[in-house]
């Protein structure tokens, strides 16, 4: 039996708001435990919440870049809960008047078509407190510094077909909300959550199969992991006779298997009802079009752009606009390069530059060369000052620090490459001099000990010899 794989994303993105979404407290990582918590945050009686402009601002400039209907008038719900960090006994949320509706996010797939992901909505809602089990001794304390942190969460149509295209999906996401500036994207704080809802069918069949959700999975690693370990535990169940029950699992990276955490017959009612302390959210065409104005060339459109102006493979162009800083760092290359050649910028960052930094656990932000470095660089190939060989040692003289550019480096380490004929027909001269047996087979017919011949004479350059001179003029001595 063939299965085909459903799985829709529940993402929760924390907006990068200074205070709370309904009180002003300030919404800082990392402070001591309940000292950026107010009144508002701790649901005492008699206060109102006050819904933070910026917020909402940001909500809107997610639904613009997802080409999203924009709800002219929102409205906020109670959703009831009993649990310690919730001391109000209720989260604000938004049930049927979520502020961003349908719209739509493009990704692209592995053999370098593009597929696109319907969004069922976003909707912005209070973050609760966390429970700290681990510090007290056969106690529980309660932090409330995150209570009343504003969320968007962005649901997704169950339009995945693989654990690989959910991933690709998030990753869309999470660079979108960077690129947006609404949310830092730091998964280690949980400023970027993912809950992921997976089903399979036979093959065929129309109906989709019984879902199960996965559970605040915190690395794009893991949601990988865990929808695939999930996929294989419900084809085996069926396939065994039983059925996949809906309920919410969690995963367990280090054993990488899912658990039951509870099933929908536990699943809470909570009687959701529009928050009567809170107005509904009228939008105002003039706020949104003065928004949509202030939005940043998004990643598709610059994707698009690298495309058709530069002439970029589809799978580069998507590399190097994977973030914001990547595809600031690529055009300053670019730049510093005097725009020569978009596809050996593209090339000398995708390989050269991305692999040490992955090596060195680095991201773009800290790279040791900078964008005018690695222009500087790329200039000396493009005007034959140094062969691509060259290149890369001084790449690594660059990484480390042993220079501050290209032509310095060239100059104390004596690396220009030489294009002087008459210079290369003395090394040429000296290595046949050096080969006559060689010389000899090569002249009976040995043809394949050119490629011997043009290695001894890069070796004795150094490597600085032009290797298209090195060819041609070797050829013609060779010939005799
Ligand atoms: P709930 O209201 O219980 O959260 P929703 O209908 O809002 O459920 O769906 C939540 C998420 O689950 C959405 O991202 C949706 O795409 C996804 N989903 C719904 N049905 C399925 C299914 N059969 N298989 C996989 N994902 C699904
Ligand atoms: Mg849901």
């Known amino acids: 039996m063939e299965w085909e794989v459903v799985i829709g994303l529940e993402i929760h993105a924390q907006l990068a708001t200074k205070s709370k979404i309904f009180s002003g407290a300030p919404t ?14 701790l649901g005492f009686p008699g206060v109102l919440p006050v819904l933070n402009k910026e917020a909402v601002t940001m909500a809107i400039k997610f639904g613009l870049a997802v080409d999203a209907e ?111 500036e609404i949310c830092d994207g730091n998964m280690q704080e949980g400023s970027f959550r993912c809950d992921s809802n997976v089903s399979v069918r036979p093959k065929g069949q129309k109906e989709y199969g019984t879902r199960t959700e996965l559970k605040n999975i915190n690395s794009f690693r893991n949601v990988e992991r865990a929808i695939n370990i999930e996929i294989e535990r419900q084809i085996e ?37 529009p928050d009567p302390d809170l107005l509904p959210v009228v939008l105002e065409p003039e706020l949104i079009e003065e928004i949509r104005a202030s939005l940043p060339e998004l990643p598709n459109a610059k994707r698009d752009r690298f495309v058709s102006d530069m002439s970029l493979s589809l799978y580069d162009a998507s590399v190097l606009t994977s973030s914001r800083e990547l595809a600031n760092y690529f055009e300053a290359v670019l ?16 390989t050269q530059l991305s692999g040490a930094l992955n090596k060195a656990g680095l991201d773009i932000t800290e790279t040791p060369i900078s964008a005018e470095q690695l222009g500087g660089l790329l200039v000396r190939i493009s005007d034959n000052t140094i062969s691509g060989k060259i290149a890369k040692q001084i790449f690594d003289a660059l990484w480390n620090g042993e220079g501050d550019d290209t032509d310095s480096i060239i100059e104390a380490k004596g690396l220009k490459q030489v294009t002087d004929s008459a210079a290369i027909e003395t090394l040429i001269d000296e290595v046949i001099a050096n080969n006559q ?23 004795m350059s150094k490597g600085k010899a032009n290797p298209a001179q090195v060819n041609e003029l070797l050829k013609a001595k060779l010939a005799g």
């Open 70 to 180: 924009l709800t002219q008038r929102s409205v906020f719900a109670r959703k009831n809960y009993f649990y310690p960090d919730l001391p109000k006994g209720y989260q604000i949320s938004q049930l049927d008047l979520p502020i961003v509706g349908k719209g739509h996010l493009s990704i692209e797939l592995d053999d370098g078509s593009e597929k696109v992901i319907g969004i069922t909505r976003a909707h912005l809602e209070e973050d609760a407190g966390k429970s700290m089990h681990g510090d007290f001794h056969g106690q529980t304390g309660v932090d409330l510094n995150r209570a009343g942190t504003p969320l968007l969460e962005i649901v997704s149509e169950p339009d995945m077909r693989s654990a690989k295209e959910a991933v690709a999906y998030m990753k869309k996401i999470h660079s979108l909300v960077q690129y947006l």
């Open 437 to 459: 047996a060689q010389l000899e087979q090569y002249r009976a017919g040995k043809e394949q000990l050119f490629g011997f011949f043009v290695g001894q004479v890069m070796k």
């Open 28 to 41: 800082a990582y990392g402070a001591e435990p309940n000292t950026q918590a107010c009144v508002v945050d």
């Open 237 to 273: 169940l069926i396939e065994d006779g039983g059925t996949v029950v809906q309920e919410t699992r969690l995963y367990d990276a280090d054993n990488n298997v899912t658990r039951s955490m509870r099933s929908k017959e536990e699943a809470n009612d909570y009687r959701y009802f």
């Open 335 to 350: 730049v510093a390069s005097n725009n020569q050649d978009p596809k050996q910028c593209a090339n000398w960052i995708i």
